[in-house]
């Protein structure tokens, strides 16, 4: 075909909307429309749909192009229709989700030459009716795109992606052209071969994005942390990455308990749902969507402001794709991270039960990510390095280690030392153990194997145990030293380690970066952000004062004060001062309902304390605590809201009704309002639950449950009475 250059630009205005090409779009367009093969590495946001959207609608034929989602597909069938206005047939999609009548329209419009894009999943290209259909049709070229999905190496691996080749030789061969956002030399060989297109021209764009700032933070309390940024960048979009499920559900939970309007996104998810979230997300109804990495590829929506990972990524790859999704219009991109070696440790545990290649490859990976998080260098220089490319720069300014730079110290004496520490024991063990050892840590461990007797006790006392841990952990990376995962992570030596020790030479690291335990997130404990609970640690004076208030206010309401807050809740304000209702709220045992109908004259007496007083109110009081099995909860809260029978919800829940009846009496004693009558109107006596209610309004001294079932339960079922006091505490006291 005869190549005309106007043309093309004509055409990416009259159909994408768009007066230039973006990098080297145009030179891509032109070599497929040479009819030649071409492998293009683009970053994520680089502009490569066009790449391949554009040739198909100018040559004969047409187009094939292998995507991994359903999801995307229709994003992208939509948005061609949209630019080809009155062309429904000019792109397709060819998937599971298609009725028998569908693929018959497709067919049709393959067959007539009315399609210029056809969209399918591996899977759905490898099945014989389909192939059987694209044998009658004339291809212009075949696009693989995300072909990284091609390797094992890394992530997202789709075995189908291997079947292309032999499918598109079966269909007829035509210019193929693999698009992938992934840089790693191994990734772009095994697409290169498994494709079969070794003289194909590679396009690699850089893959620097100058807009993202990378940030890698020690994850104590990584939950407040994020609150409290989310908070400070009210509006903004973003996305929070989770390795596990759970995780994700948790923390979504937890934003939203805290105002965040944030959902939850990942493969366990109702299909349904999901793509609901999804699009809530895209169209701005929601500005948080915390996901597992099931969430985001292909993903366009320019303006996510912020990626944070909650868990260090598996790889630097994944990372990349990730963190590639902020600031997708150029404009700002921040890229948080948490790091705590512990999570490294998970991950590893998580490798075991993979075949033995696999293991080695994740090992690789995930201490490719240690390098990169525990390093004090330009981190846009390493990630850039680990794509083999070269930034030039000594200082990129937009990145933690840039901004704030760590003095750097020649590590080769301490790495020696650690390395002969290993060589010396008969026996090996693990970091903790050896750290402690070199910083002179006499715990039970080093007694007992009378660590504390050898010349390395203390040798290296100047520094505290995690200096030695993170040495350690340098070692492991450099091949000095090596983790053996089978035998619980225990340290041995290396022939490496053996010649650097004979030989040391210069080692430059980082030197203050002191990274702590980190959170365990198994211990529910943890989980618990907010301010311990009980009676020592308040403000003893506020406290007092609270107490009148509280007193005053329940002969003006003739209510009894703990109805209006419990003591609890009157410690933790005077722990916590809150001054607004969002605040307020953050207190034990004080809900919504509870906060709006009782808390002003309370927050204007602290006010005035805290103004009159100077006090430094603490500025972590704004995270929530999330209660224990909160998922559960939520269930419960939602379900009694559709009035669903008590009886089916506990059972969908796995519960008999007492345990049932705590967990509705733990929602409703934290403050959240339930409306129960529903059910009590239907099974309770009207009557019997006048007396009841009358209880706890005028004879109950505390809206104890075990006082209320002494008192009543002569005259009354223990069911009745709890479910009495739960609408009692709901009505009048939330
Ligand atoms: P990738 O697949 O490489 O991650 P996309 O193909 O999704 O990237 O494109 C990313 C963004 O760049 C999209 O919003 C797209 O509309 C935009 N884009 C692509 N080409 C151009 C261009 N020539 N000019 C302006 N914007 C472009
Ligand atoms: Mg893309």
Same mark, same amino acid.
Request: charged share 25%.
């Given at each position: 075909?005869?190549?005309?250059?106007?043309?093309?630009?004509?055409?990416?205005?009259?159909?994408?909307?768009?007066?230039?090409?973006?990098?080297?779009?145009?030179?891509?367009?032109?070599?497929?429309?040479?009819?030649?093969?071409?492998?293009?590495?683009?970053?994520?946001?680089?502009?490569?749909?066009?790449?391949?959207?554009?040739?198909?609608?100018?040559?004969?034929?047409?187009?094939?192009?292998?995507?991994?989602?359903?999801?995307?597909?229709?994003?992208?069938?939509?948005?061609?229709?949209?630019?080809?206005?009155?062309?429904?047939?000019?792109?397709?999609?060819?998937?599971?989700?298609?009725?028998?009548?569908?693929?018959?329209?497709?067919?049709?419009?393959?067959?007539?030459?009315?399609?210029?894009?056809?969209?399918?999943?591996?899977?759905?290209?490898?099945?014989?009716?389909?192939?059987?259909?694209?044998?009658?049709?004339?291809?212009?070229?075949?696009?693989?795109?995300?072909?990284?999905?091609?390797?094992?190496?890394?992530?997202?691996?789709?075995?189908?992606?291997?079947?292309?080749?032999?499918?598109?030789?079966?269909?007829?061969?035509?210019?193929?052209?693999?698009?992938?956002?992934?840089?790693?030399?191994?990734?772009?060989?095994?697409?290169?071969?498994?494709?079969?297109?070794?003289?194909?021209?590679?396009?690699?764009?850089?893959?620097?994005?100058?807009?993202?700032?990378?940030?890698?933070?020690?994850?104590?309390?990584?939950?407040?942390?994020?609150?409290?940024?989310?908070?400070?960048?009210?509006?903004?979009?973003?996305?929070?990455?989770?390795?596990?499920?759970?995780?994700?559900?948790?923390?979504?939970?937890?934003?939203?308990?805290?105002?965040?309007?944030?959902?939850?996104?990942?493969?366990?998810?109702?299909?349904?749902?999901?793509?609901?979230?999804?699009?809530?997300?895209?169209?701005?109804?929601?500005?948080?969507?915390?996901?597992?990495?099931?969430?985001?590829?292909?993903?366009?929506?320019?303006?996510?402001?912020?990626?944070?990972?909650?868990?260090?990524?598996?790889?630097?790859?994944?990372?990349?794709?990730?963190?590639?999704?902020?600031?997708?219009?150029?404009?700002?991109?921040?890229?948080?991270?948490?790091?705590?070696?512990?999570?490294?440790?998970?991950?590893?545990?998580?490798?075991?039960?993979?075949?033995?290649?696999?293991?080695?490859?994740?090992?690789?990976?995930?201490?490719?990510?240690?390098?990169?998080?525990?390093?004090?260098?330009?981190?846009?220089?390493?990630?850039?390095?680990?794509?083999?490319?070269?930034?030039?720069?000594?200082?990129?300014?937009?990145?933690?280690?840039?901004?704030?730079?760590?003095?750097?110290?020649?590590?080769?004496?301490?790495?020696?030392?650690?390395?002969?520490?290993?060589?010396?024991?008969?026996?090996?063990?693990?970091?903790?153990?050896?750290?402690?050892?070199?910083?002179?840590?006499?715990?039970?461990?080093?007694?007992?194997?009378?660590?504390?007797?050898?010349?390395?006790?203390?040798?290296?006392?100047?520094?505290?145990?995690?200096?030695?841990?993170?040495?350690?952990?340098?070692?492991?990376?450099?091949?000095?030293?090596?983790?053996?995962?089978?035998?619980?992570?225990?340290?041995?030596?290396?022939?490496?380690?053996?010649?650097?020790?004979?030989?040391?030479?210069?080692?430059?690291?980082?030197?203050?970066?002191?990274?702590?335990?980190?959170?365990?997130?198994?211990?529910?404990?943890?989980?618990? #952000? @907010?301010?311990?609970?009980?009676?020592?640690? =308040?403000?003893?004076?506020? +406290?007092?004062?609270?107490? &009148?208030?509280?007193? /005053?206010?329940?002969?003006?309401?003739?209510?009894?004060?703990?109805?209006?807050?419990?003591?609890?809740?009157?410690?933790?304000?005077?722990?916590?001062?809150?001054?607004?209702?969002?605040?307020?709220?953050?207190?034990?045992?004080?809900?919504?309902?509870?906060?709006?109908?009782?808390?002003?004259?309370?927050?204007?007496?602290?006010?005035?304390?805290?103004?009159?007083?100077?006090?430094?109110?603490?500025?972590?009081?704004?995270?929530?605590?999330?209660?224990?099995?909160?998922?559960?909860?939520?269930?419960?809260?939602?379900?009694?809201?559709?009035?669903?029978?008590?009886?089916?919800?506990?059972?969908?829940?796995?519960?008999?009704?007492?345990?049932?009846? #705590? @967990?509705?009496?733990?929602?409703?004693?934290? =403050?959240?309002?339930?409306? +129960?009558?529903?059910?009590? &109107?239907?099974?309770? /006596?009207?009557?019997?639950?006048?007396?009841?209610?009358?209880?706890?309004?005028?004879?109950?001294?505390?809206?104890?449950?075990?006082?209320?079932?002494?008192?009543?339960?002569?005259?009354?079922?223990?069911?009745?009475?709890?479910?009495?006091?739960?609408?009692?505490?709901?009505?009048?006291?939330?």
């Amino acid at each position: 075909m005869d190549i005309d250059t106007t043309l093309i630009h004509s055409k990416l205005r009259e159909f994408f909307g768009f007066g230039t090409f973006k990098g080297n779009q145009e030179e891509i367009i032109l070599n497929l429309l040479h009819g030649r093969d071409s492998f293009v590495i683009m970053p994520t946001g680089g502009g490569k749909s066009l790449c391949y959207q554009l040739p198909a609608l100018l040559l004969p034929g047409t187009a094939i192009v292998v995507s991994p989602l359903i999801a995307l597909m229709k994003n992208q069938v939509d948005a061609i229709r949209g630019f080809v206005a009155g062309n429904e047939g000019i792109a397709h999609f060819l998937n599971s989700s298609l009725s028998k009548a569908q693929i018959a329209e497709v067919r049709e419009d393959l067959v007539s030459g009315v399609t210029k894009l056809l969209y399918v999943a591996p899977e759905s290209l490898t099945k014989e009716d389909n192939v059987a259909i694209l044998k009658d049709v004339k291809i212009s070229f075949y696009a693989v795109d995300e072909a990284h999905c091609i390797s094992d190496w890394g992530h997202d691996f789709r075995p189908e992606y291997r079947r292309i080749r032999p499918i598109v030789d079966e269909i007829g061969r035509a210019p193929i052209i693999a698009l992938t956002a992934t840089a790693t030399p191994k990734v772009q060989s095994d697409i290169v071969k498994n494709l079969g297109i070794p003289d194909a021209t590679v396009f690699k764009s850089s893959f620097n994005r100058p807009n993202l700032y990378y940030e890698v933070r020690d994850k104590v309390e990584p939950e407040k942390d994020i609150i409290k940024y989310i908070k400070q960048n009210p509006g903004k979009s973003g996305i929070i990455y989770c390795l596990s499920r759970k995780k994700v559900e948790e923390l979504a939970n937890m934003l939203t308990i805290n105002g965040i309007n944030a959902v939850p996104y990942h493969a366990g998810l109702d299909a349904k749902v999901r793509a609901e979230n999804q699009d809530r997300f895209l169209m701005e109804d929601i500005d948080v969507i915390v996901a597992t990495i099931a969430f985001g590829m292909g993903i366009d929506k320019p303006d996510v402001r912020f990626v944070i990972h909650y868990d260090i990524p598996r790889s630097l790859e994944g990372y990349y794709q990730e963190t590639g999704r902020a600031g997708r219009d150029g404009k700002e991109g921040v890229c948080i991270t948490y790091y705590s070696y512990k999570d490294i440790c998970k991950l590893e545990k998580f490798l075991q039960g993979k075949p033995v290649s696999e293991q080695e490859i994740g090992r690789q990976l995930l201490m490719e990510t240690v390098a990169y998080a525990e390093s004090g260098e330009c981190r846009r220089k390493l990630l850039l390095g680990y794509f083999g490319e070269d930034y030039p720069q000594d200082n990129c300014g937009a990145c933690d280690n840039c901004l704030n730079p760590k003095p750097k110290f020649d590590a080769a004496g301490d790495m020696k030392l650690a390395i002969d520490l290993v060589a010396s024991l008969p026996e090996h063990f693990k970091v903790e153990h050896l750290a402690n050892i070199l910083a002179g840590i006499n715990t039970a461990l080093i007694k007992s194997y009378k660590h504390d007797k050898t010349k390395f006790f203390g040798a290296g006392s100047q520094h505290n145990a995690k200096f030695w841990e993170m040495i350690i952990h340098q070692a492991v990376i450099r091949h000095f030293l090596t983790r053996n995962i089978d035998s619980y992570g225990v340290i041995s030596s290396t022939p490496q380690g053996a010649e650097f020790s004979a030989s040391p030479y210069t080692l430059m690291l980082a030197g203050d970066r002191s990274f702590t335990e980190g959170v365990d997130d198994d211990d529910e404990d943890n989980v618990q #952000t @907010a301010p311990a609970r009980g009676g020592s640690g =308040g403000d003893a004076v506020l +406290l007092s004062m609270l107490k &009148d208030l509280r007193k /005053d206010l329940s002969r003006k309401l003739q209510l009894q004060p703990w109805v209006i807050f419990g003591d609890a809740s009157l410690e933790d304000m005077s722990i916590m001062y809150p001054e607004t209702l969002d605040e307020l709220k953050t207190c034990q045992g004080v809900g919504e309902g509870k906060a709006r109908k009782y808390g002003k004259p309370f927050m204007e007496l602290i006010s005035k304390y805290v103004e009159e007083n100077e006090i430094e109110r603490p500025d972590d009081f704004l995270v929530k605590s999330m209660p224990n099995k909160s998922s559960e909860k939520i269930y419960i809260i939602q379900s009694i809201d559709r009035r669903m029978d008590l009886e089916d919800i506990a059972s969908a829940k796995g519960m008999d009704m007492g345990e049932f009846m #705590t @967990a509705v009496e733990n929602i409703v004693e934290s =403050g959240t309002r339930l409306d +129960l009558n529903y059910y009590i &109107d239907q099974y309770i /006596d009207s009557d019997v639950v006048d007396e009841i209610y009358d209880y706890f309004r005028n004879e109950a001294e505390s809206d104890s449950l075990e006082t209320a079932l002494n008192d009543l339960s002569g005259d009354y079922e223990e069911m009745e009475i709890r479910l009495v006091r739960i609408k009692f505490l709901s009505e009048v006291a939330n």
